[in-house]
């Protein structure tokens, strides 16, 4: 009944593609419109927080080794921890500004988690290059939540902070568990299925 | 610039906003679709015999567009706070 790899990749890719659709559509319209619904305030970061809370089943499940596991389980902390202090801001509960850092400090440990647990290199299988491009992408996109931390109303910020978060959706939903990349697949990542 | 100037300026770049968000949904559904016609194989609910429960459940380009659809029904309460907030 567990689904596979690439099926739990998807997934998360969708869940990656409604939150950086919605921050793009803040980062447009601007946050003061954005809250002008307070409903709408407590969307994007309920969802981060949920990514947070459903990766913990991941981890539980998907237990390939030691490495996998540390990986799984420090997304979920950090997703949890950006989405609940987001939430904490909007709602009042946390006043200093200085809690929007736990959004960048979540991608950085994501994209450190996904270059670290991917042993193999880039053109091993297709899966293996998804990791890479994950990896970097948060790790060099993390500047971009960090330049919105300080500077809230910046539209390249908040746009690149969306951006990168539909790329790694996009990057998700190419993952596949065996299946060549730019024509590489090695012999020992086993054989391609559709 | 006039005053007048200064004002259509300011309403074309905020009906440009308003536009890029009701883009937002439509795009991102036409690019499920369109990923449907280019990789049917992803689709299994086109070929279902012998596909296992999971297999028929996630369908990346379905799920894509379903976003977009998700998306769409936001993006007017969307529109209509930065209409009224230009408005005011």
């Not at chain 1, 739990?8 to 869940?15: C, K, P, R, S």
């Not at chain 1, 419109?33 to 305030?41: F, H």
């Not at chain 1, 996904?114 to 890479?132: C, D, G, M, Q, T």
């Not at chain 2, 690019?31 to 449907?36: D, E, M």
Request: proline share 6%.
């Amino acid at each position: 009944m567990q689904p596979p790899a690439e099926h739990v990749h998807w997934l998360f890719a969708t869940g990656f593609l409604l939150l950086g659709l919605l921050l793009l559509a803040e980062a447009i319209v601007g946050r003061e419109v954005w809250r002008l619904r307070p409903w709408r305030a407590y969307l994007w970061p309920s969802l981060l927080f949920g990514l947070g809370v459903l990766m913990w089943p991941v981890m539980v499940f998907f237990t390939n080794s030691t490495v996998h596991m540390l990986a799984h389980s420090s997304w979920a902390e950090v997703m949890m921890l950006a989405g609940a202090a987001e939430l904490g801001l909007i709602s009042g509960k946390l006043r200093n500004e200085l809690w929007r850092l736990a959004v960048p400090l979540s991608f950085a440990v994501s994209g450190a988690a996904f270059l670290i647990h991917e042993a193999n290199p880039w053109l091993y299988s297709r899966s293996a290059f998804v990791h890479h491009v994950c990896g970097w992408t948060l790790l060099v996109g993390a500047l971009f939540p960090l330049g919105a931390a300080f500077k809230p109303r910046s539209l390249v910020f908040n746009a690149g902070y969306a951006l990168v978060v539909v790329a790694v959706a996009v990057a998700l939903y190419s993952s596949r568990d065996v299946a060549p990349v730019f024509g590489h697949l090695s012999p020992s990542a086993g054989v391609a299925h559709r | 610039m006039t005053q007048y100037a200064t004002e259509l300026s300011r309403t074309r770049f905020r009906s440009a906003r308003a536009l890029a968000v009701l883009a937002l949904g439509p795009l991102t559904m036409l690019a499920g679709v369109v990923w449907a016609f280019v990789q049917p194989w992803r689709v299994t609910l086109l070929h279902p015999h012998g596909q296992g429960f999971w297999w028929l459940l996630v369908e990346p380009p379905l799920l894509v567009a379903a976003v977009g659809l998700v998306f769409s029904l936001l993006a007017p309460t969307i529109v209509r706070d930065l209409e009224e907030a230009k408005a005011h």
